[in-house]
């Protein structure tokens, strides 16, 4: 049985070399999302969405491939942070971030298998948050992206010269929410050597912007 990777499929989305800003374009995607704020190092909801996703991602996996006969692998996390001022993310100040986090699913997985495997994994796992799953389709279009290399605390410089530098020598604005591909365990992988995706989509500034 021949198992979706979109790690594979997608390649220069989730496995992209350059360390510099450039440009992609992003296709319609469908995921499974919880939505929350504040400092992911410190915020319990966090840790609860993750492992809520976690949950709910392999058990649709293990139901696809037994009453659809397909298979998929787990994608890898992913985040959408927002907050009033997007300048915090360069500074740092978690505690203003807004975040929902996400796990792609094939688009040939029904909404009907995403709802019972939430119910077989509340029924297994008995975690709360589970009921916070819900069905999220995003289509990012034109995004400036880059891999980082590093911990995440260290993204700010990369994000500064997004905004400070790539967005105007390119006629380009923010047109969506940061995101963020997380291709490294955290627990098993040095802080140096985390393997990041950062995302933004862009659209055409303003004339005379």
């Not at 491939?65 to 985040?79: C, H, M, Q, S």
């Not at 410089?157 to 291709?183: C, F, K, T």
Request: include cysteine.
């Amino acid at each position: 049985m021949d198992r979706y990777d979109v790690k594979r499929d997608l390649k220069h989305l989730y496995a992209p070399k350059n360390t510099e800003w450039a440009l992609v374009d992003v296709p319609p995607q469908r995921f499974i999302a919880v939505d929350g704020r504040g400092d992911p190092n410190t915020s319990a909801a966090y840790a609860r969405a993750v492992e809520a996703l976690y949950s709910v991602a392999y058990t649709a996996k293990f139901a696809a491939k037994r009453t659809l006969g397909r298979d998929f692998v787990v994608a890898p996390l992913e985040g959408l942070w927002w907050a009033d001022d997007p300048r915090v993310f360069i500074t740092r100040d978690k505690d203003a971030w807004q975040w929902r986090m996400l796990i792609c699913l094939p688009d040939w997985v029904p909404d009907g298998l995403v709802e019972d495997a939430k119910e077989a994994a509340q029924d297994k796992k008995g975690l709360p948050a589970i009921a916070d799953v819900l069905r999220a389709d995003l289509h990012e279009g034109t995004c400036a992206q880059l891999l980082h290399i590093g911990s995440y605390d260290d993204e700010g410089p990369a994000l500064a010269r997004l905004h400070d530098e790539y967005l105007a020598a390119n006629g380009l604005r923010m047109s969506g929410h940061h995101h963020e591909v997380y291709l490294s365990d955290p627990r098993r992988t040095a802080p140096a050597r985390l393997k990041t995706v950062l995302r933004q989509p862009v659209g055409p500034a303003p004339q005379g912007a």
